[in-house]
């Protein structure tokens, strides 16, 4: 006796939503007037990403993207609920939605200047955090305007700035009489120079 055929099961294929991304893509070239790359690289977003447009949003807040890639996303959601005709209300995202001004701590600012990988950028922002000048002020700034015994520079103000004199910190101040004498006394200051004795 042989035995029963083994009845194959067969899935279903599950509803993909390749057709509705396609359907979207359409709707963004003709209807919204989106570029190609810019269809593409909505899509790359959607590749992510699933559910319903609720859910999509609370999978790109738990994200560990970047800020401007979620508000991208979070637009592009946007315009997928549109196109579904279901109701959205897009979040209001961080920075990019707050009018407020951003004043950093000086723990942060602190964090922002270690982060910098260009010596010469590193020390103008020192400067500049320090006493305020601009960076026409930072760059134009003479050896004969820093004083070491009292730890002290002065800026000359231009474009309206008056000149002021300003205490500097001992990051800021550790300069080397013998290293000073080998500048011209008059001569600008190079910022790699002024990173160097500030590192040293």
Not at 52 to 62: D, H, R, S
Not at 81 to 96: D, G, H, L, T
């Amino acid at each position: 006796m042989g035995s029963n055929p083994t009845l194959r099961t067969i899935k279903e294929p599950a509803k993909s939503k390749d057709s509705d991304l396609l359907n979207f893509g359409l709707w963004l070239k003709f209807t919204k007037d989106n570029r190609d790359s810019t269809i593409e690289r909505k899509f790359r977003f959607f590749a992510k990403l699933s559910g319903t447009p609720i859910e999509m949003t609370n999978q790109v807040l738990n994200s560990l993207w970047c800020d401007k890639s979620k508000s991208n996303c979070l637009d592009a959601i946007t315009q997928y609920a549109e196109f579904k005709k279901m109701p959205y209300n897009r979040p209001n995202f961080r920075v990019y939605d707050n009018d407020e001004m951003f004043v950093p701590n000086p723990d942060m600012v602190k964090r922002f200047v270690y982060r910098i990988r260009s010596i010469p950028n590193k020390a103008m922002i020192l400067l500049s955090v320090e006493t305020g000048c601009s960076s026409g002020e930072a760059w134009s700034l003479e050896w004969k305007a820093i004083n070491f015994s009292t730890k002290s520079v002065t800026i000359t103000g231009n474009k309206e700035h008056r000149t002021k004199t300003y205490s500097l910190s001992d990051e800021l101040s550790v300069y080397s009489s013998d290293y000073q004498k080998r500048i011209s006394e008059y001569s600008p200051i190079s910022i790699s120079q002024l990173a160097l004795t500030i590192l040293l």
